[in-house]
């Protein structure tokens, strides 16, 4: 259940504190995130994960949250408090009253990259952190080696996920990557994970476009942001490289107006299957070749995405013929009811996403041999 709790705002710091930047080497950032400015730490893509440990009784944050939904997680909580932001610099007390002694936190950006007029999220800004006088942050243990990369649609970042039916328009509150099946199964698999999904996206066209439309969300591969009007490097896959690469995409070019032709779009996604496999290739001599796995989906409820499924499955055929084995193809095979598995305009709520998670967990364990 959505459950929203504001987060006290204060124009600036609190004269008895300790202040660090958000580029501590005790914070950490779990996701595609633009480490090159010297203090602050930029970021858009849902799921974006920050967290630390820290003493003390209080915890605050100054960023500007682009107007974004994130969960937090205090010590573990399993029921995350949800607070929303603006689109300027604000200082958000995170947590206060806390017993004296050490502590964890979680921030996870639960609303996706948009720059649609009616779902505008920006990026987020982190510029620092406030704990008591004298506190400071700790490193986290380590966690495990494992590690997911998911690429694709409103499928995969939880839009609508919160809706109360498939009749509900959108609502920036009712998107939640993090109980998407994504995420849980990721946690499932005890795996680090990172996400770049924008909805409305094809693969050739997005939704309600037709062939000519720009930036289908191939085009966002080798993306830092999903924000174009920054000016940022593009993201160095080097610096983490995934177990396996999920793509879910298809859907969304045959939505409305002009489908593009089977050998257009199985070309098209043959291009993104190359530019996956190249971006994780061994860039230095004697760096050990740890190449992802790649696991197409597809399937639901309906035409569009149903549509793309065999098209789909013959990419990764043809692909895996020249990848050693290492590309595979699921259809999703799912007992969905309407609408009880349906959140905002048609879109799999938390039911419909368990099913989806349930479905994929054996098969994805047997790819990965884990």
Known sequence: MLRLVCCLVWVGFVVASSVYTASNPNIQYVGRVDFSHP????????????????????????????????????????????????????????????????????????TEVSVVLAMKFDVVTVESFLLDDGCRFYSLEKSGTRKLEFFGDS????????????????????????????????????????????SGRGVVKNAGFNLDG????????????????????????QTWIPDAVFVYLGSNDFTVNTWPPASVFEDHYLQLLEAIRNAYLPKR????DTQPKIINICGGKGVENQQPCAYVSD?????NQTDSGNTFFIHLQLDEQYPQDFGCIDHRNVYGQQKVFEYLLPLVKQILHW
Request: glycine residues 8%.
């Open 285 to 288: 001599r004697n760096q050990i």
């Open 214 to 237: 720009k930036h289908p969300m191939p085009f966002f591969w080798d993306k830092t942001l999903g924000h174009l009007h920054l000016q940022v490097p593009e993201w160095d896959f």
């Open 39 to 110: 203090s602050q730490r930029v970021f858009d893509w849902s799921c974006v994960k920050v967290k630390a440990m820290f003493d003390g009784t209080t915890l605050a944050v100054r960023m500007n949250g682009g107007m974004n939904f994130f969960n937090l997680f205090i010590d573990g909580q399993t029921e995350p408090k949800i607070f929303e932001t603006t689109d300027t610099t604000e200082v958000y007390y995170l947590a206060t009253g806390l017993p004296p002694g050490n502590h964890s936190f979680e921030l996870v950006k639960r």
């Open 315 to 319: 990419a990764s055929t043809k692909f």
């Open 155 to 198: 499928d995969t970042n939880g839009f609508g996920i919160e809706g109360p039916s498939p009749n509900c328009l959108f609502d920036h509150k009712y998107e939640n990557c993090y109980v998407g099946w994504a995420a849980k199964l990721s946690r499932a698999l005890n795996a680090e994970f990172h996400m770049e999904a924008m």
